[in-house]
């Protein structure tokens, strides 16, 4: 570890606070010990742990197996998902809540922001080393309902495909929420809820992929990656069954995986989530565009007929 990656990681420990009471943790050998509820967490890898994978375990095996980072791509996505330029970063204090394998906290990091990742899973582990090369960057294994992390101490705050992948969207929503600073900025994208009959069958499959061994369903998604590679068949079955369509062939293993395998997908209205903006203390309340163009793809979009596809609002926090 060179010296500025180890400083960096000191002053996280010492930034850390207790999930419980709130107070400051100190670290005894291979812990990080509450001196005042008496809660200890270990250190493992460099990586504090306040949790387990638990019903996320698909995502720590997803971000460990494949290799799905791309620069450019994920530069493109991260300014569309958030609506922030990557030349405003530099020098904000930022988390990345749900940093899955740690894509979007390398861009935030390469353009000069100080980036805490946080994640329920084990993905924190390829999170860690996709950024190895950036001392200002950090991670812990943590629910974002009870983050280690003191209240209001972040500049800007991005959530991407992550939330409604918990038991409760909104209560997530609103414990992130309180992270952000006065005057600061929060950027949430959540699936976007499709058309009832799109949400029939979805639901139906997933009754079923959800329980499959991640073996089986991995072979599963291999023919998905191959329907994805397929021109036209990949704009137009997947209206009905999703799979993606990405140019890769291992994100679209990947993404079909990350769609089928997670206990918890719930989705969502652009009202729904600008509502709890609203209810949250934000202003300036923006929902953003989708990152593709074009008239048809904007209107299938609009007609909520993409699946996958989301709901995307940023709004900045009142005094
Ligand atoms: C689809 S992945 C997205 C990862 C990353 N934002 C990206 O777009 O590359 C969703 C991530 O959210 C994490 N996650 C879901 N619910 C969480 C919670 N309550 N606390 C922390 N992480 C959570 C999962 O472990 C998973 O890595
Ligand atoms: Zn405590």
Redesign the pocket.
């Known amino acids: 570890m060179s010296s500025d990656a180890a400083t960096a990681q000191q002053e996280l420990l010492a930034s850390l606070r207790c999930p419980v009471c709130g107070r400051a943790l100190s670290l005894v050998a291979d812990s990080l010990e509450c001196p005042s509820c008496h809660s200890a967490y270990p250190v493992v890898d460099g990586i504090p742990r306040f949790t387990g994978d638990q019903h996320?375990a698909s995502?720590g095996r997803q971000?460990n197996k494949y290799e799905v980072a791309h620069a450019d791509e994920d530069r493109a996505t991260f300014q569309a998902k958030t609506g922030i330029a990557l030349t405003d970063l530099h020098g904000l204090q930022v988390l990345?809540a749900?940093?899955?394998?740690g894509?979007?906290s390398k861009v935030c990091g390469e353009a000069g922001a100080s980036v805490i990742g946080?994640?329920?899973?084990a993905?924190v582990i390829k999170a860690r080393q996709l950024c190895s090369h950036l001392p200002n960057t950090a991670f812990v294994q943590?629910?974002?309902?009870h983050l280690p992390l003191e209240p209001q101490s972040f500049d800007f705050v991005f959530?991407?495909?992550?939330?409604h992948?918990?038991a409760d969207t909104k209560s997530?929503f609103d414990a992130v929420a309180k992270l952000v600073k006065p005057g600061g900025r929060y950027s949430v994208w959540l699936y976007r809820r499709n058309q009832w009959w799109q949400e029939v069958i979805n639901n139906a499959l997933r009754r079923r992929t959800t329980r499959m061994a991640p073996e089986k369903l991995e072979r599963w998604c291999e023919w998905g990656a191959w329907l994805g590679g397929l021109p036209v068949v990949n704009k137009t079955l997947n209206k009905l069954i999703n799979f993606s369509a990405h140019p890769n062939r291992e994100n679209r293993v990947c993404d079909t995986f990350?769609w089928y395998a997670p206990q918890y997908q719930y989705h969502h209205t652009v009202a729904e989530l600008q509502s709890w903006f609203q209810a949250a203390g934000f202003d300036q309340i923006q929902v953003l565009p989708p990152e593709k163009e074009g008239t048809l793809y904007r209107w299938v979009y609009e007609q909520d007929l993409l699946i996958g596809s989301g709901v995307n609002v940023t709004g900045i926090r009142k005094n």
């Open positions: 996320l995502f971000w990345d749900g940093c899955g394998g894509r979007y946080a994640d329920h899973s993905a943590a629910d974002l309902k959530s991407i495909g992550v939330m992948h918990d997530v990350d």
